[in-house]
């Protein structure tokens, strides 16, 4: 074979595996989590499987656990459908009631146990002013469901 | 030149000074964001450096294609100042991430797609200075570097609306909101104007930078001309 073939051939399979990397790579980093929806839709789809998810934490359903250092709540999109979530480790600075949250960790039963808790704030930014406006508005869409 | 000295000369000193008065804004006079607190203040670093990033790298585009047109090396120099310059706000802005993300996120770093395709565009960029170093030909230099430098502007429309394309840890935009039409930054104007007079200093440090970069690139290409005549 010549020098330049298997240079060729190289390349094309160095390319290859390349793009069937990116590809891969691009679908989990372009679905960085599911949604509620979709994981009680096909639940033997996530089961056993180490998933993230996002949602909101759903009022008055978070209990914490001082002495075993376990978080639990529900984390929910519509407010009808969520799922619990159970959370080793300590309560992050900015995680609340209503606010948004990606966990990882897998489906065990109708149950999402997580190792990892992260808050995704929102692009809304206020003042102290502002605040109680915006507590009265979110009261008024929770009661509104 | 007398007059791009002293061009140089006023934008070195009006940066300094307005970086040193939007710190003291910043730190001093502005109230503390309801939901995040104190890590907020951050913002006034980060998004003044994202937003100088895509301009430096804008500006890398625009003068990439102007040497490909004309082959001017005066534009190559140009680009090759800003690709330098955009590169150190690109690190700067995945530094300020990372420490804004711990305290509000519970991580400096995750795979989504609005950070992994910042980390991208400063790969192409690392890539954009090998390639240059790997070249001994000035005018084949030129001509590669152009090629990447174009391609590699590509990736920030690609940041910019990843936000909205794809699930991301990353919120979306705040300062470039859009409702129904009508730009609507979402903060109140006690936040969101010393953030416009952040980048406003910021993107004078910039220029100022640029220039400065831009003017040793020419007089460092001038010298090898003049070596390489004298060796002959």
Known sequence: MKTRTKFVIGGAVILAVIIALSVQGLQEMTVFFYTPQEVLASPSKFEDKTIRIGALVQKGSVEWNAKAIQLSFNITEDGNEFIPVLYDGVKPDLFREGQGVVVEGKMKGLRFEANQLLVKHSEEYTVETEQKKNKEDYYKSIQAQ | ?232
């Not at chain 2, 100042?81 to 519970?106: D, M, Q």
């Not at chain 2, 040793?216 to 002959?232: C, H, P, S, Y």
């Open chain 2, 1 to 232: 030149m007398g007059s791009m000295k002293k061009i140089i000369l006023y934008l070195e000193w009006g940066s300094i000074l307005g970086l040193l008065s939007c710190g003291l804004w910043v730190f001093l006079k502005l109230p503390i964001e309801t939901s995040q607190g104190f890590p907020q203040k951050i913002m006034y670093l980060h998004v003044p450096s994202v937003i100088t990033t895509y301009l430096a790298f804008f500006v890398v585009f625009v003068y990439s294609i102007a040497y490909l047109w004309k082959r001017e090396l005066m534009f190559d120099q140009i680009a090759k100042a800003s690709a330098e310059v955009g590169l150190v706000f690109c690190a700067l802005v995945l530094i300020t991430g990372a420490i804004w993300g711990k305290p509000t996120w519970g991580t400096y770093w995750v795979w989504d797609a609005r950070l992994t395709t910042t980390l991208l565009l400063f790969l192409i960029f690392m890539g954009y200075f090998l390639l240059r170093m790997s070249v001994n030909d000035r005018d084949k230099e030129a001509r590669l570097a152009s090629v990447l430098g174009i391609i590699g502007f590509l990736d920030i429309p690609i940041i910019h609306k990843s936000v909205e394309w794809w699930r991301t840890l990353h919120q979306p935009s705040t300062l470039f909101k859009v409702d129904s039409g009508e730009a609507k930054p979402s903060m109140p104007p006690e936040l969101l104007y010393p953030l416009l007079a952040s980048t406003l200093v910021m993107l004078a440090f910039y220029l100022y930078l640029l220039l400065l970069r831009y003017q040793t690139e020419k007089r460092t290409d001038r010298l090898n001309q003049l070596l390489a005549e004298t060796q002959v």
